[in-house]
């Protein structure tokens, strides 16, 4: 089993965190978005990666390549704007034809899977998870027994509620290579991109089946407000062990997590917190927030803030003789 993992995308949802680094290595929950997606496929048994990079490409190749040396990675570069299904489409050249089939999970999607019950089914496999708004995801519409019966990508008229989180394991993937490349070569594309969705529609109508299955949480981790909430839930969930923080005149309240060499004082921490290392805070009361690595944060009160690596925030410091009966408003 190969698993190919898109990470060329630019982030534009993200930024200004995405014009200095890639958006799969912003950090949730004490490591990478990306660490957390590599890390799961590694305990399912997967030790053969291919990585599509674009933007700040040799970021991700240096993290992957210092943290992970174990795994055979390899790693293919993407030009923007040409779509998942172009960044499988170049990895056709590491597909062993007629014997490889691939995982596909996009860098920025983490969830809640058993993927070692995917990897084992003999079949084609596509996750789904209803949502509120279909319209910004291919969308799945699924007959009794479970097979889609039909996918388009980002419709403006959904038809069905389930959308596609980015999980796809292909056992026909010289089929899907196929289709990618009869698209590409006919330049047909959806939004002008080319698409995984058109393609095993393709494979659809020459008599592949594609069966679902659920996804009990997805954390499509391109916004900020899903970027908070996912850290909120991994804290939760890794419980990190938040009795060995020593900080001067500190308050931590859990979950937390808290990197190596951090210099704290005089701050309440938490809860649903992830500093990154050598963070300097002083001052400052911090809670539902990402801090990055070495950055430092004096005098502040942060909730539901991502604040860069290397970012700095020096807030107000007040020193107050107030008499009997006075109201002072700083808002």
């Given at each position: ?92 050249d ?30 084609n496999?596509?996750g ?6 279909p ?56 939004h002008?991109?080319f ?11 020459k ?19 899903i970027?908070?909430?996912?850290n ?42 992830s ?13 539902e927030?990402?801090?990055g ?38 808002g």
């Amino acid at each position: 089993m190969k698993a190919i993992i898109p990470v060329a995308g630019i982030g534009t949802r993200l930024r200004p965190h995405t014009h200095t680094q890639p958006k799969a290595l912003i950090p949730i929950a004490g490591k990478p978005i990306l660490a957390h997606i590599v890390e799961n496929l590694i305990d399912a048994g997967i030790t053969d990666f291919v990585f599509i990079i674009g933007y700040l490409g040799d970021k991700i190749e240096e993290y992957i390549q210092k943290n992970y040396p174990k795994i055979t990675a390899n790693f293919i570069i993407q030009t923007t704007g040409k779509g998942v299904g172009h960044a499988i489409w170049l990895a056709k050249d590491l597909v062993k034809k007629g014997n490889d089939e691939i995982l596909i999970v996009f860098g920025d999607t983490i969830a809640d899977v058993d993927l070692k019950k995917i990897i084992s089914e003999p079949a084609n496999l596509l996750g789904i998870k209803k949502v509120d708004d279909p319209r910004q995801f291919g969308v799945a519409e699924i007959d009794g027994d479970g097979f889609i019966s039909r996918m388009i990508e980002k419709p403006a008229i959904p038809k069905s509620n389930l959308a596609l989180v980015g999980i796809y394991k292909i056992k026909d993937s010289v089929a899907l290579l196929d289709e990618l490349d009869n698209n590409i070569s006919q330049k047909k594309t959806t939004h002008n991109e080319f698409t995984l969705t058109d393609a095993m529609m393709n494979m659809m109508e020459k008599g592949y089946k594609f069966k679902s299955f659920d996804v009990a949480n997805w954390f499509d981790c391109g916004k900020k407000d899903i970027l908070l909430e996912t850290n909120s839930t991994l804290l939760k969930r890794l419980n990190y062990d938040t009795t060995k923080y020593k900080f001067e005149n500190t308050i931590i309240i859990p979950p937390v997590f808290i990197g190596d060499d951090c210099k704290i004082s005089n701050c309440i921490i938490g809860p649903n917190v992830s500093i990154g290392e050598s963070a300097i805070l002083n001052y400052a009361i911090v809670k539902e927030s990402i801090i990055g690595p070495f950055a430092q944060i004096e005098y502040a009160i942060l909730e539901k803030s991502l604040i860069g690596n290397d970012a700095t925030l020096c807030g107000n410091k007040q020193s107050l003789n107030i008499g009997d009966s006075t109201e002072i408003n700083f808002g």
